[in-house]
C-alpha cells in the first residue's frame, strides 16, 4: 500500500535548523515506469525506421512514398512525446536509452511495406501488454492514458493493411510501381486513410 511519510532531514541552510520533509510516492509503480520508458523508446526506433525507409524510396525515386513516410516518422515522434509528457505529469524520469540502426536494405517495396505492417503489429502487441499491465496494478489512469494508443494501433494496421491490399491488386511490376507511388501519394496528402470504427482523440 502506497503512504506519504514524513522523514526528518537535517537541514543545512543558513540556520542549521531541522526541517520535516515529505518523500512524496510517485503516482506511477517502478515496473510502470519502466515499461512507459521501453515503449518510449521503441516509437523513437519506429521514427528512425520510417526515415530510414523514407531515404532509401527518395533513393529510388519513389517519391510518393519517400514523402508519406517522412510524414509518418514525424508521428512516431508525437505519440513518443505524448507518452514523455505523461511520465512527467506523473513525476517519473522518461529515459531515452541507445538503440540499434534500423535496416537501410529492402528486397523490394512490398517487402518494405510488409516489414512495416509486421513492425505496426509487434507495436499493437506492447500496446497491449501496457494495458494488461494497467489493468492487472491496477492503474486506471494510465489505463485511460493508454486508450489512445489503442485506437491508434487499429488506425496504424488499417492503413498499412490497406497500402497492401492495394498493392496486390495493382501489382508492383513496371508501371504498377508507378501508380503504387501515386496512391500513397494521396495518402501523404490525406494523412492516410481513417478506420471508421475506432478514432484516435486528438493529441
Ligand atoms: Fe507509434
Redesign the pocket.
Known sequence: MRSCSPTVLKGGGLSGSFFVATEIEPMLTPAMIDRLNEQINL?IY?SHLYLQMSSWCAHKSLDGCAQFLSQHAD??MT?MRRLLNYLHETGALAIISGMEAPPHHFDSLQAMFEKIYAHEQF?THKINDLVHLANTEPDYATLQFLQWYVA??HQ?EFLFKSILDKMALIGTEGQGLFFIDQEVAKLAATKGIKANSMEPAQP
Request: glycine letters at 0%; proline letters at 0%.
Open positions: 516509437e519506429s508521428e512516431e505519440h507495436v491508434e494501433q496504424e
